[in-house]
Nanobody
Framework: VQLQASGGGLVQPGGSLRLSCAAS????????IAWFRQAPGKEREGVSC????????YYADSVKDRFTISRDVAKHTVYLQMNSLKPEDTAVYYC???????????????????????WGQGTLVTVSS
């Protein structure tokens, strides 16, 4: 099982980036995938998650209406489209897979770090002018 995040970079406020999370060793329709981020000096937080069963999605309030999570099961890839980026979005972004298949539901809210694993190496997003 492996996850590889990519697509980070330097962008000006108001700009956009699309992160990709390439998965191998499992299928996306059995495991939820979450995006977490960790800013310098702050705890890692879950920003978005996509349910394995029906593709329903969760967003943290801080990114709602700006970020969009999606998946391409055939390509084994999950995306995070980030628009209207703000300096406070600056962080290392990680994708992770739920530890037990088909357990996460959007109703449960923010993905919990303890319920996810197979962390990718992270990709740095810097929003600055």
């Amino acid at each position: 099982v492996q996850l590889q995040a990519s697509g980070g970079g330097l962008v000006q406020p108001g700009g956009s980036l699309r992160l990709s999370c390439a998965a191998s060793g499992f299928t996306l329709d059995y495991f939820a995938i979450a995006w977490f981020r960790q800013a310098p000096g702050k705890e890692r937080e879950g920003v978005s998650c996509i349910d394995s069963r029906d593709g329903s999605t969760y967003y943290a309030d801080s990114v709602k209406d700006r970020f969009t999570i999606s998946r391409d099961v055939a390509k084994h890839t999950v995306y995070l489209q980030m628009n209207s980026l703000k300096p406070e979005d600056t962080a290392v972004y990680y994708c992770a897979r739920e530890l037990r298949p088909r357990t996460y539901t959007v109703i449960s809210g923010a993905p919990r770090i303890a319920d996810f694993g197979s962390w990718g190496q992270g990709t740095l997003v810097t929003v600055s002018s």
